[in-house]
């Protein structure tokens, strides 16, 4: 299989119950690694060259699976059934009113109390593909519906981590899958973002009310903080989003729902370290680690502060499920669900 980064597989110990975790390990010719374990099909590590071939870990994470096991603001995890907040926790579907666990204030975030990112994951790898599988039970977090989920993850030798998501299900249900990873490409701990530059291909946003739930227009970024259709350096942006809070917003990178798109760029001018974002999803939700609560002590025991990660999260609109206006996220039985994203990984020209 010349030519494909195929995983090797080895322990990352147990969980509290027992169940032994399995870490996957990519490595490709230009000596990047990606490592995902069976837990919450979580990406721990993520390791790339810079310009001087200096090789960094861009990842935020923990050491061992104690940390992941325990309440984290979902590093490197995939988020589901929905990713994002549901106002309330309520929605009404085909005539019926549900009520979700309620996680983060009055709403429910990134698939409730046991989200996705907290489930073992069957694995096997297929040529150069991980593949991670899970069943929701129906009513798992009380949603309807047995829900199938495939998550395929693909390292290539051009530095493309992509990831597949299928699913399919036996009742009508919303769902919104995404990956949370949080990247420094300074290298992860670094204290801050201020020399990263962020060019986001998006003319609208989601503007959110007080309970961080979407109005329900598109607002257009043009004259606001959020207009990055230019690259821009955070260290110059930060301050004036939000007060200084920075960003945790959704942009309307689609009206191209389906096809793989380059949506965002995230680049580190020091190192020359980059990361292309593609996808076939019309929202990314870029959140600049605003809400990292204070004391959380990641790889190698260093503290992970506020304003010094950004997730790229490829997704539908938070609460869509409420918003008909939105691009719809409820899939029923007999159809696909299915959304592509890859991080791409390089230079700097
Ligand atoms: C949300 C933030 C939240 C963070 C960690 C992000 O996807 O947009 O509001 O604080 O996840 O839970």
């Given at each position: 299989m010349?030519?494909?980064?195929?995983?090797?597989?080895?322990?990352?110990g147990?969980?509290?119950?027992g169940?032994?975790?399995s870490?996957?390990?990519?490595q490709n010719k230009?000596?990047v690694?990606?490592?995902?374990?069976?837990?919450?099909?979580?990406?721990?590590?993520i390791?790339?060259?810079?310009?001087?071939?200096e090789?960094?870990?861009?990842?935020?994470?923990?050491?061992?699976?104690?940390?992941?096991?325990?309440?984290?603001?979902?590093?490197?995890?995939?988020c589901?059934r929905?990713?994002?907040?549901i106002?309330?926790?309520k929605?009404?579907?085909?005539?019926?009113e549900?009520?979700?666990?309620?996680?983060?204030?009055?709403?429910?975030?990134?698939?409730?109390?046991?989200?996705?990112?907290k489930v073992?994951?069957e694995?096997?790898?297929?040529?150069?593909?991980?593949?991670?599988?899970?069943?929701?039970?129906?009513?798992?977090e009380?949603?309807?519906?047995?829900?199938?989920t495939?998550?395929?993850?693909?390292?290539?030798?051009?530095?493309?981590?992509?990831?597949?998501?299928?699913?399919?299900?036996?009742?009508?249900?919303p769902?919104?899958?995404?990956n949370?990873?949080?990247f420094?490409?300074?290298?992860?701990?670094?204290?801050?973002?201020?020399?990263?530059?962020?060019?986001?291909?998006?003319?609208t946003?989601?503007?959110?009310?007080?309970?961080?739930?979407?109005?329900?227009?598109?607002?257009?970024?043009?004259g606001?903080?959020?207009?990055?259709?230019?690259?821009?350096?955070?260290g110059?942006r930060?301050?004036?989003?939000?007060?200084?809070?920075?960003?945790?917003?959704?942009?309307?990178?689609?009206?191209?729902?389906?096809?793989?798109t380059?949506?965002?760029?995230?680049?580190?001018?020091?190192?020359?370290?980059?990361?292309?974002v593609?996808?076939?999803?019309?929202?990314l939700?870029c959140?600049?680690g605003?809400?990292?609560?204070?004391?959380?002590?990641?790889?190698?025991?260093v503290?992970?502060?506020?304003?010094?990660?950004?997730?790229l999260?490829?997704?539908?609109?938070?609460?869509?499920?409420n918003q008909?206006?939105?691009?719809?996220?409820?899939?029923?039985p007999?159809?696909?669900?299915?959304?592509t994203t890859?991080?791409?990984?390089?230079?700097?020209?």
């Amino acid at each position: 299989m010349a030519g494909l980064v195929v995983p090797t597989r080895d322990s990352f110990g147990r969980l509290q119950d027992g169940t032994e975790i399995s870490r996957f390990t990519f490595q490709n010719k230009n000596k990047v690694t990606v490592r995902i374990i069976n837990y919450g099909g979580i990406i721990t590590d993520i390791l790339v060259p810079d310009k001087n071939g200096e090789i960094k870990d861009i990842n935020l994470g923990f050491d061992n699976i104690k940390g992941y096991e325990a309440r984290h603001p979902y590093f490197g995890a995939i988020c589901g059934r929905v990713a994002n907040r549901i106002a309330g926790g309520k929605f009404t579907l085909d005539g019926k009113e549900y009520q979700l666990p309620v996680n983060n204030g009055q709403n429910h975030l990134h698939g409730g109390v046991k989200g996705f990112d907290k489930v073992v994951w069957e694995a096997r790898v297929d040529d150069d593909t991980l593949v991670l599988r899970y069943v929701s039970p129906d009513g798992e977090e009380q949603y309807p519906g047995e829900l199938t989920t495939e998550v395929r993850y693909r390292l290539t030798n051009d530095n493309e981590l992509s990831i597949d998501y299928t699913a399919t299900t036996t009742k009508a249900t919303p769902i919104n899958l995404t990956n949370h990873s949080y990247f420094n490409l300074a290298g992860q701990g670094y204290p801050n973002l201020d020399d990263h530059v962020i060019w986001i291909d998006a003319f609208t946003y989601t503007p959110l009310d007080e309970n961080n739930i979407p109005t329900g227009t598109l607002a257009p970024v043009s004259g606001t903080p959020f207009d990055l259709r230019n690259p821009t350096r955070l260290g110059d942006r930060l301050k004036s989003v939000r007060n200084g809070k920075g960003y945790d917003t959704n942009f309307c990178v689609g009206g191209r729902t389906g096809n793989l798109t380059r949506v965002a760029s995230l680049a580190h001018t020091p190192s020359g370290r980059k990361i292309d974002v593609f996808t076939t999803e019309p929202g990314l939700q870029c959140y600049t680690g605003c809400n990292m609560a204070a004391g959380v002590f990641g790889k190698g025991g260093v503290e992970y502060r506020k304003l010094a990660s950004v997730c790229l999260e490829t997704q539908h609109y938070a609460n869509s499920v409420n918003q008909p206006n939105f691009p719809s996220t409820i899939l029923r039985p007999g159809q696909s669900y299915r959304h592509t994203t890859v991080y791409k990984f390089g230079l700097t020209s």
